[in-house]
């Protein structure tokens, strides 16, 4: 290649460059200079005076290629590596963890558990529990009043790309139905904004609404017991029903269950009420297991239709663990019973197992 053919490539190649390249970082080309010049003490350096040099210089005069064609390539390097650094620290601020806020003093938007306080169009949602939950893998979850999400997000400093939302199919009328509708309008897929302040959490969707979070204390995770020892003596009081498909009639997944509805473990003895009758049964406690045998009732009230449902979950029941005051038995075909521990009731299951309590009495 002849010289000035090189010429002509390096003047092409310098205009392309800062064409594409003005706004990219402002760089100190006299410190670059100089910092070619330390890169290459053995070549004579053309004094350029006060007048600043462009970013590639345009092609030299003859006499100056060689020198020039030094100075090009001494300075190209270390212009890339100037623009590699500034390149570095702009992209390096588009983190897919979005925990960024948290090195300024607040929240992380990652791993928090985010409780909705209002919504731009519905205004505060008190009372409705509705939730926000992101991983630092990308997946997003919650309740949005009346049902239940989940997705896939990418985070970066301060916007987020949401990916298909999947959500449950419950109708729900109300405050519920108001908030959850205003929820969905902001998560339902698309580009959002976020910002941070404390342990606020505001997500903006254009042209839509607002959403706004609290940050909710983080709680101490308790480890599950499944020592028999731990659930026996006690009384525990069922507050949540589950029914599976094998089931016709359905409690669904809320705080349903039957009031007055409990039971006591006693040895290898279950006593308990039904929410109307109360009942008797031998029962074998593993750690983790549980077989329940010879269930009968123990009187004879006339009851509601399906009050005593949940209880052909426990007569199938296969498994039980116990989180904190807990306890959660498990049948895999029939469905989920959650109790919690309350000790000392009065006219508890275990002081009338063979007769009606004072609670069954009444009805």
């Known amino acids: 290649m002849t010289d000035d053919e090189l010429d002509a490539r390096l003047a ?15 760089i100190d080309i006299h410190a670059v200079a100089n910092a070619a010049a330390e890169a290459a003490p053995e070549a004579e350096v053309a004094d350029t005076g ?3 040099l462009p970013l590639i210089p345009d092609a030299p005069a003859p006499k100056h290629r060689r020198r020039t064609r030094i100075l090009l390539a001494a300075s190209a390097a270390v212009v890339a590596a100037v623009v590699a650094s500034v390149l570095a620290v702009q992209l ?14 607040g929240t992380p938007l990652t791993g928090t558990e985010w409780q ?10 008190t009372g409705v529990n509705a939730t926000l939950h992101l991983t630092d893998s990308g997946e997003l979850s919650g309740n949005d009043g009346c049902n239940a999400f989940g997705g896939h997000v990418s985070i970066s400093t301060d916007g987020m790309t949401l990916g298909r939302i999947v959500h449950t199919m419950m109708g729900c009328l109300g405050a519920n139905g108001s908030v959850g509708q205003a929820v969905d309008a902001v998560l339902s897929g698309g580009s959002v904004q976020y910002a941070i302040n404390g342990d606020t959490l505001t997500i903006t969707k254009s042209g839509t609404g607002t959403l706004t979070y609290i940050a909710q204390p983080r709680q101490p995770v308790t480890p599950a017991t499944t020592d028999p020892a731990a659930i026996v003596g006690p009384d525990w009081v069922l507050n949540t029903v589950q029914l599976g498909d094998n089931i016709a009639r359905s409690y669904g997944t809320a705080s349903s269950a039957p009031t007055d509805a409990q039971v006591k473990f006693a040895g290898n003895e279950l006593v308990g009420i039904d929410g109307c009758n109360s009942f008797r049964a031998t029962v074998d406690i593993g750690s983790g297991t549980l ?25 199938g029941a296969t498994h039980w663990t116990l989180v904190g005051d807990q306890l959660t038995i498990t049948d895999a075909h029939n469905g989920k019973l959650v109790f919690t521990k309350v000790p000392g009731i009065a006219g508890t299951p275990g002081s009338t197992a063979t007769g009606t309590s004072s609670s069954t009495a009444s009805k």
């Open 12 to 26: 092409d190649a310098g205009a392309r460059w800062r064409e594409r390249n003005a706004a990219a970082a402002s």
């Open 50 to 52: 006060t007048q600043a």
């Open 92 to 105: 390096g601020g588009n983190s897919s963890n979005g925990n960024s806020p948290a090195a300024q003093g």
């Open 116 to 125: 909705l306080a209002a919504t731009s169009k519905a205004g505060a949602a």
């Open 291 to 315: 077989a329940v045998a010879d269930f009968a009732d123990t009187t004879a009230n006339p009851c509601p239709n399906g009050s005593s449902d949940w209880t052909l979950v426990l007569k």
